[in-house]
Nanobody, 126 residues
Framework: QVQLVESAGGLVQAGGSLRLSCAAS????????MGWFRQAPGKEREFVAA????????FYAESVKGRFTISGDNAKNTVYLQMNSLKPEDTAVYYC???????????????????WGQGTQVTVSS
């Protein structure tokens, strides 16, 4: 099992920036990729971004492409989500997730990940 601890989110004005981090511990050697998802009140959890550890390939939801950047530090077992040009519709609880090798589900869906962080609130005011 992989334990994931996210940094605190926060309240930011529209147009502002925020960086989230997620530190992994435990069976990190089995982790193939890391992802960020978010869930707004009354909505399903949705994919935001993902990165593969070995090759650094990144994936983004269309709604955040060009504004958010995912990156990883293998030495620290930490993944980051830099969020720029934030919009009120980005308001949600953001979750970090770890995907093990051998998982055949898409990296774009929650079922593609086994371990999850506790979530952190990001609120963007208009």
């Amino acid at each position: 099992q992989v334990q994931l601890v996210e940094s605190a989110g926060g309240l930011v004005q529209a147009g502002g920036s925020l960086r989230l981090s997620c530190a992994a511990s435990g069976r990190t050697w089995s982790t193939y990729a890391m992802g960020w998802f978010r869930q707004a009140p009354g909505k399903e959890r949705e994919f935001v971004a993902a990165i593969t550890w070995s090759s650094g390939i990144t994936f983004y939801a269309e709604s955040v492409k060009g504004r958010f950047t995912i990156s990883g530090d293998n030495a620290k077992n930490t993944v980051y989500l830099q969020m720029n040009s934030l919009k009120p519709e980005d308001t949600a609880v953001y979750y970090c997730a770890a995907r093990s090798s051998g998982n055949s589900r898409s990296v774009l869906v929650p079922e593609g990940y086994k371990d999850w962080g506790q979530g952190t609130q990001v609120t963007v005011s208009s």
